[in-house]
């Protein structure tokens, strides 16, 4: 098989991992009679301050025909938050109908959890997130600006068939995983649409009748994401909410430098999207030391996302491999000394 991917480096330590393991994804792949090419498409931040745009106007059909996107990192100290995120991430997770955002937490053998008590596996979870409207849906507007009757409306949207989009696929893992599903809402104050969210979820649980169903308001998830990690299974949550969540699962994992990301498209119109949870750092831009395994392990979904098992069995079989050797090198992160290539190289030795 072959597979064209549009990689997108995008901002910060984006560029660094993934210009890191672009080589190491497409030799794993040849090594196991896969053919990967890559496009490089140079958009992010510095684009939006030299020329107004993060993404020129035909970016969404200039991906389309990729079998994937690979993506680094979106976030730059003098760009707003808000406009990095509707320039590049949010137009293709919406663009694309990537309805479902995929975030597992695994604490590896040979990592610490800043949670005592806690090893090998003993915390090992997959949040589903709804990607493309919630709470991140652009309805709204402010009027009045610069009055004191200025006022500002930001209006959250949920439809049927993108919240069934997301949580028939989260009980879908849950039947094959543990049987254990944990829906996540705030629908004590948010009578319309948390309340519209746990009733879809009700009436998908009648054809999953295998799977254990959970409910919990978002503060205390938050809160047992601390206390009980172990308990969880699959949890799902609209876009806000499992943001939230999944930042909570990166750290109590070890490192947010070890926690991978998808964006899919359910019925694979379009390309899904891969992307490490750990944001652009610009605090450690340039020094070489940014952790890189959260791009692999998401490299790893998306040979799995493929079909291409082998593959992805290796490279996450590999990154579990280094973890636990202790004489292997590590990122400052996760308690080493190494630069990113430091692990990507002997990532590629163990692989090659």
Known sequence: MSYDIAVIPGDGIGNEVVE????????????????????????????????????????????????????????????????????????????????????????????????????????????????????YADVGGREHRGFENE??????????EATEAVVRPAFEAASERDGKLTNVTKSNAQAHSMVFWDDIVEEVSEEYPDVEVERLLVDA????????????????????????????????????????????????????????????????????VANPLATVLSGALMFDHLGEDAVADALHDAVAAQLADNDAPRTADIGGSAATVDVTDELTERLI
């Open 151 to 160: 006022v500002a409306v930001q209006a959250s949207v949920f439809t049927r």
């Open 20 to 135: 890191a393991v672009e080589p190491l994804l497409v030799d794993v792949a040849a090594a196991h009679g896969v053919d990967v090419s890559t496009t490089w498409f140079d958009w992010g931040s510095q684009r939006y301050l030299d020329e107004g745009a993060l993404m020129p106007d035909d970016g969404l059909d200039r991906l389309e025909s990729f079998d994937a996107i690979l993506l680094g990192a979106v976030g730059h100290p003098d760009v707003p938050d808000h406009v990095t995120l509707r320039g590049l991430r949010l137009p293709i997770t919406k663009g694309f109908n990537q309805h479902v955002c995929k975030r597992p937490s695994y604490l590896f053998e040979g990592v610490d959890s800043p949670l005592k008590g806690y090893t090998d596996g003993d915390i090992d979870l997959v949040v589903y997130r709804q990607n493309t409207e919630g709470e």
């Open 221 to 288: 998830a938050s809160m047992d994401f601390v206390r009980r990690p172990d308990e969880f299974d699959v949890v799902v949550a609209s876009n806000l909410f499992g943001d939230i969540l999944t930042d909570i699962g990166g750290i109590i994992s070890g490192s947010l430098g070890l926690a991978p990301s998808t964006n899919i498209n359910p019925d694979r119109t379009y390309p899904s999207m891969f992307e490490p949870v750990h944001g652009s750092a610009f605090d450690i831009m340039g020094e070489g």
